[in-house]
């Protein structure tokens, strides 16, 4: 994940003008239970990367809603100025839009969709009955992450974190072969200017500006993880690339939850949601949500 300097003005300034037009739109599934999931992606990824989740749930009976983060989907000079308040948002006016229709949710959230999940269980406790934190990310400190993230608080402080990118680099949160590979045709290739294939795998691209927001919003987190005391379950993968099982650890012995349960898996990478124990990781959060219902 070698650092790049983008020094086109194109990329720089995002205008203030923009309309949000995307073709990422939320994914959702019906369901018979009066129980609803909310599947949170993560940052500078898709909805689709919660597509296999939502089609399990639903098959159990589950309604699944998968919104998408603000900006998702706009060009990468709007996405890097966009804030984790507004990211926040987004999953919450879909947490308020589940409260006409359902009696409860569940909800779910990858990597940064997993912090944003917690700050909704500090919010709604009295509406969220539970929630599966699925690899989540307070710390970059997996075993693919690069060694000058120790600069990042220096480029926070300087107009270098607007120019400042980090391109993705294999093996990109999977360890499927043959998934990898479809992902490494689209990454190897990607620009900064083009859009085509964002909605499919997300950023190729990742603004230093939004690993600022990420540090920021765990900041904002960590002193409210003592007030959460609904039922939580973590899942994470021993290998994950990009974020340790330190991460799941951490949040586990902060919790104030009673109910609490830890999921490692052997033969996974960051993206749990799409790699190859997607299947473990449905069935745990569905087994988890039918003990928590009782």
Not at 19 to 34: A, H, I, Q, V
Not at 139 to 160: E, I, R
């Amino acid at each position: 994940m070698p650092a790049i300097i983008n020094l086109n003005p194109k990329y720089i300034f995002a205008t203030k003008k923009y309309t949000e037009r995307s073709k990422f739109t939320e994914l959702s599934w019906e369901g018979t239970k009066p129980t609803a999931c909310i599947l949170i992606h993560g940052m500078t990824g898709t909805p689709h990367e919660m597509k296999f989740l939502g089609n399990f749930l639903s098959k159990k009976g589950y309604p699944v809603i998968c919104p998408r983060l603000k900006n998702h989907g706009a060009p990468i000079s709007v996405l890097k100025y966009t804030k984790w308040q507004e990211f926040y948002q987004s999953a919450r006016e879909a947490v308020r839009q589940a409260q006409k229709k359902y009696q409860s949710i569940f909800v779910g959230g990858l990597s940064m969709g997993a912090l944003l999940a917690l700050l909704l269980a500090d919010e709604f406790p009295n509406f969220i009955s539970g929630i599966t934190c699925l690899s989540p990310t307070l710390f970059y400190d997996g075993w693919n992450t690069p060694k000058s993230k120790f600069l990042l608080p220096l480029a926070y402080v300087t107009p270098l974190k607007y120019i400042s990118y980090f391109k993705e680099d294999p093996p990109y949160g999977i360890k499927n072969e043959a998934i990898r590979k479809i992902v490494h045709r689209y990454y190897s290739r990607a620009k900064l200017s083009d859009l085509s294939g964002v909605e499919q795998y997300g950023y190729p691209f990742f603004p230093v500006t939004l690993l600022e927001q990420l540090q920021l919003l765990v900041k904002h987190l960590i002193p409210k993880l003592k007030n959460i005391t609904m039922p939580i379950q973590l899942i994470q993968a021993e290998q994950d690339d990009m974020t340790s099982v330190k991460n799941s650890q951490f949040i586990y012995d902060r919790v104030g939850s009673s109910i609490k349960e830890m999921v490692l898996l052997k033969n996974s990478y960051h993206v749990i949601t799409a790699d190859q124990e997607r299947d473990t990781v449905g069935e745990n959060m569905e087994q988890f949500f039918t003990r928590i219902s009782r």
